[in-house]
């Protein structure tokens, strides 16, 4: 036992200073930004397409007095409900063709008007393509309605006390919360356990890995390979960690402080974070390094590899029905079975207060850990190391 615990911790070292001693290991660190940077400004983009786009523009042909009326009304809803939510009113004085007019208005793209108000507020009459966008029409609707109670006395504020956040209150802030750490966590999982492949494939053409194996028994080298790479992974997740936390406290007024707080708090959050992504690594890990071990080439590693991936997509489906119901039989059901247990218990973090539910996850999962390292160690032995060619399968039962 000795002897593999001594054989592992070399190996692991290796190859864990092979990977962040070398020069790549900055672009490793420097990997997620590009995403983030390219999601930015896509999602900039796309806002200020939304922002266009989505606000309903209504022509209004009316008379001065009775276009500022409405446009009055409008701005008192809006200070209850936003602007963003209302349409946006446009005014034109009449034409003495006002049937062309309004069709003229209907065809403009600069800005694009989805309906046209006619008759002021005597005779509303509003023409537009309304079918599918009632909302529009029960705005205007109101506004018409609001604008004709005239200068009416304004309704006196409701008193309003502040009080403490609650359970209740935060309930959707925590389930967004949950939502970004199962999201984080796997294409976190995805993007670095496929990192022990390639280095693998480059070790067995090589044949360096038949010399480490000469050296050092077949299971400790898988087992060294392994926590190497999740070493570095949790040495990369905590400089991004680190990193996000003192951008948002640069560029978010109020920092991290304004952030919503996790049930379990962030300090014990970002800890159970760390946990459940080791322990999520070593169990995809482990299956991508036996595909490693029955591949010998780049191309046979991304055809063995796609079922592996298309069933983690699955299994991200099926934790993310937990979020929202932690108690329900589903996420129960999700939270036993052990490949999406990391994901379900991660967003169970941030929803519920609970601790003592971690600790049995913990110990479930890392039983579960051992199981599949066992049976990956032993299947990475039989196949790291054949050579010549291949087996027909009539054959393996004999063998």
């Not at 209907?106 to 966008?133: C, F, K, Q, Y």
């Not at 960690?241 to 952030?259: D, E």
């Not at 108690?327 to 079975?337: C, D, K, L, P, Q």
Request: glycine share 8%.
């Amino acid at each position: 036992m000795m002897r593999f615990l001594r054989s592992s911790f070399v190996i692991a070292r290796r190859d864990f200073a092979a990977t962040v001693l070398s020069k790549a290991f900055i672009f490793f660190l420097l990997g997620p930004l590009f995403p983030l940077l390219l999601g930015g400004v896509f999602g900039g983009i796309g806002a200020r397409v939304a922002a266009r786009t989505d606000k309903p523009v209504v022509a209004v042909i009316a008379p001065q007095a009775d276009f500022e009326r409405l446009n009055a009304a409008r701005a008192q809803l809006a200070e209850a409900v936003g602007d963003d939510t209302l349409v946006r009113l446009v005014g034109f004085s009449p034409e003495p063709d006002l049937a062309r007019q309004e069709k003229r208005l209907l065809a403009s793209s600069e800005p694009a008007i989805r309906a046209v108000l006619t008759g002021g507020l005597e005779e509303p009459h509003l023409t537009g393509s309304l079918a599918g966008d009632p909302a529009t029409a029960g705005q205007i609707n109101l506004l018409v309605n609001n604008a004709r109670s005239g200068e009416a006395e304004r309704i006196a504020e409701v008193p309003v006390t502040d009080a403490p956040a609650t359970s209740g209150t935060l309930a959707k802030d925590r389930a967004v919360t949950g939502q970004i750490g199962q999201v984080l966590l796997f294409f976190l999982t995805l993007m670095l356990s496929t990192m022990v492949l390639s280095q693998l494939i480059e070790e067995k053409s090589n044949k360096i890995i038949e010399v480490i194996a000469a050296a050092v028994p077949i299971d400790a080298m898988f087992v060294g390979k392994l926590f190497a790479m999740l070493s570095a992974s949790i040495l990369g997740l905590v400089v991004w960690i680190s990193s996000g936390a003192l951008l948002i406290q640069f560029i978010k007024h109020g920092g991290v402080a304004t952030l919503p707080m996790p049930a379990v708090g962030w300090p014990a959050f970002l800890a159970l974070a760390v946990t459940y992504f080791g322990l999520n690594y070593l169990l995809f890990g482990a299956a991508f390094l036996m595909i490693g071990a029955q591949a010998s080439t780049a191309r046979e590693v991304q055809t063995l590899s796609m079922p592996v991936t298309f069933a983690q997509v699955l299994i991200f489906g099926l934790a993310s029905t937990a979020i929202g119901s932690a108690n329900s039989a589903e996420a129960i059901g999700a939270a036993i079975f052990p490949l999406s247990s990391p994901l379900v218990m991660l967003a169970r973090a941030a929803e519920r207060p609970e601790v003592w539910p971690h600790l049995l996850a913990i110990l479930w999962q890392a039983a579960w850990v051992a199981l599949i390292l066992r049976m990956g160690s032993q299947l990475f032995r039989k196949t790291v190391l054949k050579s010549g060619p291949r087996r027909p399968w009539w054959k393996f039962g004999r063998a």
